[in-house]
């Protein structure tokens, strides 16, 4: 090979050094909130304008609905004005075709050729196009990947651990990793407590093999980073959703979020702390599930147990290389059971549902969730997003709307909100949380429908300050010492920001003057229609 002359390899050097200076950095995306799609499910092609609301699609088939990269672009704008503006898409490359005992690979996780794409979601030059449309919308792209394993329908030998291909035995139809030597031997994992079983050995069974990627190989290694250096350039991504984290060894995951050049966030499914603050040295962020195994039960009956929600947060904040501001925090995803399909009372969804906009990561909301969706355990929760008719008046659209927009405020007025860790307070009663990230106060309840009080004696405001719910747009008056005695007849969560916060935001409930004082805070009609929609209905399907 011959070597580049001293010029150009300068002029590499040069656009090396622009395009990572342009990239979106990890302190970007923390000022951003995402918005999940699985692309499949979100949004049809030139059907009825984009609104194909009669276009049926059973989960229960496990089958393509017919969600496509175009039909995503026909609704950014919907996904914008709830005030997201960064949009995780399932992933993009081509997975195993037909049906299998479990269905098809429509979600986008059965990889069978990671040089094309899934042709299912559309054409290459469609996903450059959606690319594009975020970004004219200052709208960040986030692609799921997935390297652990692959999939082919070929047959498995268990006997000789091989496929059993036409020709050739140790072949496989799998791009680009055709030969068994590319693969950990097989070995199905039996024991999830023992780490290297994990790494090495095979998700799946006998009939639907996920082959396991050997990830220490160093030519596969090198394969997997080239790639996807071609896809972070090739398509503009902002920033990857690493799938599977802890089946593949952490040192893999340094070396290839280093390579890729952009913010990576990576799945580790485990309700432990400490194995997750790891995986938090070798990549910018982690999805906060160890604080999900524990906001779920908190929040689902009111014998949850709050304290222990905290516990978890606090030790994340402690445990993980960035505390827990680079986590994302969600309610609801893919993988798991809607939580208004676990819970039936409004008040308790309608707590749950505000934590990720509270919390110190970065939010994330799964598609459908606006919509009060509730979906059971997968593929229940796959639901087609066309059916809702993007409705933007919804309760929880509303809410989002209002939760994204108060988060950007306090990041305005507070130059250290992203960078101040939550702080759980004393509240004197019981069934309460309150949770102080100045200048914001959220208090939360898991008391169900029914009156809950909080008695917040800290000096957070000044003494008699006008405080805004941003929720409903309601006025309260701090108390003679700043701190905060409120009462939710219903068991709603409130979130409170100073009137003065947010006197040059007319789109968050109407301005305050200069000074401070309360001119007049009229609640505009489709404020008031949330308003009675979340006392009397919210969140009950």
């Given amino acids: 090979m011959s070597e580049r002359p001293f010029s150009h390899s300068l002029i590499l050097i040069a656009l090396s050094f622009c395009l990572t200076s342009l990239a979106a950095t990890p302190d970007d995306w923390r000022t951003r909130s995402i918005y999940q799609i699985i692309t499949d499910r979100f949004a049809l092609a030139d059907e009825d304008n984009g609104i194909a609301s009669t276009v049926s699609c059973d989960t229960g088939a496990r089958d393509y609905c017919g969600g496509s990269w175009k039909g995503a672009i026909d609704h950014l704008d919907y996904i914008k004005q709830m005030g997201f503006d960064a949009v995780w898409i399932s992933p993009i490359y081509s997975n195993i075709e037909g049906m299998t005992p479990y269905g098809a690979g429509y979600h986008g996780y059965w990889p069978q050729d990671i040089y094309s794409v899934n042709q299912h979601f559309g054409s290459a030059n469609d996903l450059k196009n959606l690319s594009s449309a975020l970004h004219e919308r200052d709208m960040f792209l986030m692609i ?3 390297v652990n394993h692959m999939l082919t329908t070929l047959p498995l030998n268990v006997t000789s651990s091989s496929f059993e291909a036409p020709q050739n035995s140790s072949a496989t139809d799998i791009t680009p990793f055709a030969d068994m030597d590319d693969l950990h031997p097989l070995c199905f994992i039996e024991d999830y407590s023992n780490q290297t079983e994990v790494e090495q050995c095979w998700l799946g069974d006998a009939t639907l093999p996920y082959a396991d990627v050997d990830t220490e190989n160093p030519n596969v290694v090198g394969t997997l980073n080239h790639w996807i250096q071609d896809v972070v350039s090739n398509f503009s991504v902002d920033g990857l959703r690493l799938s599977t984290v802890k089946f593949v060894s952490p040192q893999f995951w340094q070396d290839f979020t280093r390579e890729a050049g952009v913010f990576a966030i990576g799945e580790v499914m485990s309700n432990d ?3 997750t603050s790891s995986y938090t040295q070798v990549m910018n962020a982690v999805l906060d599930y160890p604080t999900w195994y ?11 147990n709050l304290s222990a929600l905290a516990t978890v947060v606090t030790q994340s904040q402690q445990l993980y290389s960035c505390g827990a501001f680079m986590t994302g925090s969600f309610l609801d995803n893919h993988d798991q059971a809607r939580f208004k399909h676990l819970v039936s009372d409004a008040a308790l969804v309608a707590n749950a549902a505000v934590w990720p906009f509270i919390h110190d990561g970065i939010p994330i909301i799964y598609n459908g969730q606006e919509q009060g969706l509730s979906g059971g355990y997968p593929p229940a929760n796959h639901e087609a997003i066309w059916t809702t008719r993007y409705n ?10 209002n939760l994204n927009r ?9 130059t250290y909100f992203l960078t101040t860790p939550m702080e759980f307070l004393e509240t004197n009663t019981n069934n309460t949380l309150a949770i102080w990230k100045p200048p914001m106060l959220t208090l939360l309840t898991n008391a169900g429908s029914t009156s809950a009080r909080w008695n917040v004696t800290h000096k957070l405001f000044r003494p008699h300050q006008h405080i805004v719910d941003v929720l409903t747009c309601d006025v309260h008056v701090a ?3 700043g701190g905060v005695t409120m009462e939710s007849p219903a068991g709603l969560p409130k979130v409170f920001m100073p009137a003065t916060a947010l006197k040059n935001s007319p ?15 009229r609640i505009s009609s489709w404020m008031a229609a949330y308003v009675v929609t979340c006392i009397l209905f919210m969140w009950i399907a």
Avoid: Q
């Avoid at 933007?392 to 659209?397: I, P, T």
């Avoid at 108060?406 to 507070?414: E, F, H, T």
């Avoid at 305050?512 to 007049?520: C, N, P, R, W, Y």
């Fill in 507 to 521: 789109d968050l409930c109407p301005a305050s003057d200069s000074s401070g004082e309360l001119v007049t805070r």
């Fill in 273 to 275: 702390t400490n194995y």
């Fill in 144 to 146: 799921d990947i997935v």
């Fill in 479 to 481: 108390d003679e010492r």
């Fill in 406 to 414: 108060a988060r950007k405020i306090a990041m305005y007025a507070n």
């Fill in 392 to 401: 933007n008046e919804s309760a929880e659209y509303l809410a989002f709307k």
């Fill in 294 to 304: 524990a906001l779920v039960p908190a929040f689902k009956s009111p014998e949850g």
